[in-house]
């Protein structure tokens, strides 16, 4: 699991996001603004796939409903029985 942080020194790198995990080395600058992260955010809920990083990595979870509330998850194995994925854009009239 990823979880996010702003760099907030003073210099360049100010305002960027990053990323890091519970037993792993924080990843400086995986998107250059916040509003370049909520861009990639708002693509992946579009198109119904996970957030791609900046370095290419392709997060395996996508959005889905649970009780009206977005959640991002696994659509193989969902933790939650009631996970269901929104259609895709091209498909909002058959769904």
Do not use: K
């Not at 990823?2 to 003073?10: G, I, M, V």
């Not at 924080?26 to 916040?34: I, K, N, Q, T, Y």
């Amino acid at each position: 699991m990823y979880w996010l942080f702003s760099d907030c020194t003073p210099g360049p790198g100010y305002g960027r996001i990053g990323t890091f995990e519970e037993a792993g080395i924080p990843e400086l600058g995986v998107w250059p603004s916040f509003a370049d992260y909520l861009i990639e955010v708002a693509d992946a809920l579009h198109e119904t796939r996970g957030v791609e990083y900046a370095d290419g990595r392709q997060d395996t979870t996508v959005p889905g409903l649970v009780d009206q509330a977005l959640v991002w998850d696994g659509p193989v194995y969902p933790m939650d029985p009631n996970w269901t994925r929104p259609c895709p854009p091209a498909t909002y009239s058959t769904c």
